[in-house]
């Protein structure tokens, strides 16, 4: 790796996993779709839900939170709308790519509810690209965005790591194929190959989640986000062959 990487320790917790059907009642018809729940020592990630939208729109309006995130500024309301929305019809649909909320788990039992902390996602679709290293494959971008009152705590590397060594796994020995953006401008559902992640080269503590997770630094690129363009370094993490 380059010395001039800031190189990350890994997550060596605990991850529990399980991926449930779930029914999802639309006026006149019936859908099967996914619900996701994952643990680590800290944290509680479950498929998004609609529920989930009033404290998406508060992380994602706050320009703490956004400042390294997509083009570093705070999204209108109903940007964040149309994200939730996108993501919980996902699940509904049984796309199993797609956004998790993150809650910083409460083993007492007490608190009730969890408190919510931020957002990871496994992309799929138009703006998930399958060139990876000159190579057409499938891969899915992982994005995550946590509270900054909740900066310092490990919970980020905690969720990256649940998906990266619990998720990914178990989505490529269930056979889910994600949808990618091949560069003739057409799409295709493709076995999961890879996982890649953008970040700003200033953002250090993500650098080294991604990293301790075994990312690895690829190349500098200009990126489109919904608020402008931004300079990012782009990782990428071959996954192994699902036994």
Not at 4 to 21: A, K, V, W
Not at 93 to 99: D, L, V
Not at 150 to 170: D, H, I, M, R
Request: charged share 25%; with cysteine.
């Amino acid at each position: 790796m380059n010395s001039s990487i800031p190189s990350g320790n890994p997550y060596r917790g605990s991850i529990e996993l399980s991926i449930d059907p779930a029914s999802y009642d639309d006026p006149g018809k019936e859908k099967q779709g996914l619900v996701v729940h994952i643990y680590t020592d800290d944290l509680h990630l479950r498929s998004v839900e609609i529920s989930d939208l009033n404290d998406s729109i508060g992380l994602y309006k706050c320009a703490e939170n956004m400042k390294n995130y997509g083009a570093g500024q705070p999204w209108d309301d109903s940007i964040s709308e149309r994200l939730v929305q996108r993501w919980s019809d996902d699940w509904k649909k049984g796309n199993p790519f797609s956004g998790f909320s993150i809650f910083e788990r409460d083993v007492s039992g007490v608190q009730d509810p969890e408190g919510f902390i931020g957002h990871i996602c496994f992309k799929s679709g138009e703006n998930n690209e399958a060139y990876v290293r000159n190579t057409v494959a499938g891969s899915s971008e992982m994005t995550f965005i946590i509270d900054h009152k909740y900066w310092g705590e490990g919970y980020g590397k905690q969720a990256a790591a649940a998906l990266v060594n619990g998720v990914a796994p178990e989505y490529q020995k269930q056979g889910f194929k994600v949808t990618c953006a091949l560069p003739d401008n057409t799409r295709k559902s493709l076995p999961l190959e890879w996982l890649t992640a953008t970040v700003s080269p200033e953002n250090t503590g993500s650098v080294k989640i991604l990293t301790g997770l075994g990312f690895e630094f690829e190349s500098i690129l200009e990126k489109p986000f919904v608020k402008g363009k931004s300079i990012k370094n782009f990782y990428a993490k071959p996954l192994p062959k699902p036994l």
